[in-house]
């Protein structure tokens, strides 16, 4: 049973194996094995173990108390059963969720085709009504952060979440394409061809990186610019001055590339939304 137990089995993402011991084998076998049951109780739960290590007087108590191994205190027991458990539970969390995806209706749509063809549909719909949306399809470039959380809020509200959105893409074409929810408004108004979001800032610092003569250090803080703006999307003077407040803020990036932090930041804009895209 442990022989069969220990082998790996990297297609199923085999982390942890159950053994039981009823008629404790285990004992007999001490003297010849030097593996030890890691959970005696499989029933206890997290909330428990989590306590052990969180309690100040358990903790110091399970600090000073020999664990099940030589240099093992119970403290290191508890963490290990911990660490166990959490690795289960996130796997059964990821197995519901792809038989979510698996059965996803898309709203009132069984196929991800019909969801994305009404999305399109609410996009046209919509323009007129919304302001925001059109600066989306028309001019993002000039998109604020607040007029992104308002697009944001108003598909959401319809049902229309990037999450959505990219699941249906992934279950339509068989590629998973991590574009923002601008690429998504864009894709459905203009046609505009699907683009990872990490890969349309990479095309964009390519451009900001030949276009100037940068130093070591003022790459080091542009390169610092660009991760901000794969999870941001949008990147503003304010954006900086907060986001880099404790290295001094838009001022102190101002100054180390040399007063050409506004230039920086339209170029960005300009190169990841090009003219003759919109």
Same mark, same amino acid.
């Not at 407040?245 to 506004?262: S, Y």
């Given at each position: 049973?442990?022989?069969?137990?220990?082998?790996?089995?990297?297609?199923?993402?085999?982390?942890?194996?159950?053994?039981?011991?009823?008629?404790?084998?285990?004992?007999?076998? &001490?003297?010849?094995?030097?593996?030890?049951?890691?959970? %005696?109780?499989? !029933?206890? $739960?997290?909330? @428990? #173990?989590? *306590?052990?290590?969180?309690?100040?007087?358990?903790?110091?108590?399970?600090?000073?108390?020999?664990?099940?191994?030589?240099?093992?205190?119970?403290?290191?027991?508890?963490?290990?059963?911990?660490?166990?458990?959490?690795?289960?539970?996130?796997?059964?969390?990821?197995?519901?969720?792809?038989?979510?995806?698996?059965?996803?209706?898309?709203?009132?749509?069984?196929?991800?085709?019909?969801?994305?063809?009404?999305?399109?549909?609410?996009?046209?719909?919509?323009?007129? &009504?919304?302001?925001?949306?059109?600066?989306?399809?028309? %001019?993002?470039? !000039?998109? $604020?952060?607040? @007029? #992104?959380? *308002?697009?944001?809020?108003?598909?959401?509200?319809?049902?229309?979440?990037?999450?959505?959105?990219?699941?249906?893409?992934?279950?339509?074409?068989?590629?998973?394409?991590?574009?923002?929810?601008?690429?998504?408004?864009?894709?459905?108004?203009?046609?505009?061809?699907?683009?990872?979001?990490?890969?349309?800032?990479?095309?964009?610092?390519?451009?900001?990186?030949?276009?100037?003569?940068?130093?070591?250090?003022?790459?080091?803080?542009?390169?610092?610019?660009?991760? &901000?703006?794969?999870?941001?999307?949008?990147?503003?003077?304010?954006?900086?001055?907060?986001?880099?407040?404790?290295?001094?803020?838009?001022?102190?990036?101002?100054?180390?590339?040399?007063?050409?932090?506004?230039?920086?930041?339209?170029?960005?804009?300009?190169?990841?939304?090009?003219?003759?895209?919109?």
């Amino acid at each position: 049973m442990v022989g069969r137990a220990t082998r790996r089995c990297d297609d199923i993402g085999k982390t942890v194996f159950r053994i039981y011991d009823p008629v404790d084998i285990y004992a007999a076998l &001490q003297d010849v094995s030097t593996m030890k049951p890691l959970v %005696k109780n499989p !029933d206890i $739960t997290l909330e @428990q #173990l989590a *306590e052990e290590l969180t309690d100040p007087q358990k903790l110091e108590a399970a600090l000073h108390s020999p664990g099940e191994q030589q240099g093992e205190t119970q403290a290191d027991v508890v963490l290990s059963q911990l660490s166990q458990k959490l690795v289960r539970v996130l796997r059964k969390a990821n197995k519901k969720a792809e038989n979510r995806e698996r059965n996803q209706t898309y709203g009132t749509h069984k196929r991800p085709e019909d969801y994305l063809d009404e999305f399109s549909r609410f996009i046209s719909e919509q323009l007129n &009504q919304s302001a925001a949306l059109s600066v989306v399809v028309n %001019k993002p470039r !000039d998109l $604020t952060r607040q @007029q #992104l959380r *308002e697009v944001k809020l108003l598909l959401d509200n319809h049902g229309y979440s990037e999450a959505h959105l990219q699941s249906a893409v992934r279950k339509q074409t068989n590629k998973d394409i991590a574009a923002s929810i601008i690429g998504h408004i864009r894709r459905a108004a203009l046609g505009e061809a699907l683009i990872p979001f990490e890969q349309r800032v990479a095309t964009a610092m390519g451009n900001i990186y030949t276009r100037h003569s940068w130093t070591p250090a003022q790459r080091k803080w542009l390169d610092r610019l660009a991760k &901000q703006l794969v999870h941001e999307v949008i990147i503003d003077r304010d954006f900086v001055n907060n986001r880099f407040a404790e290295d001094g803020g838009a001022k102190r990036m101002e100054k180390v590339l040399g007063d050409q932090l506004d230039v920086v930041l339209e170029e960005l804009n300009d190169a990841m939304w090009p003219l003759q895209s919109a």
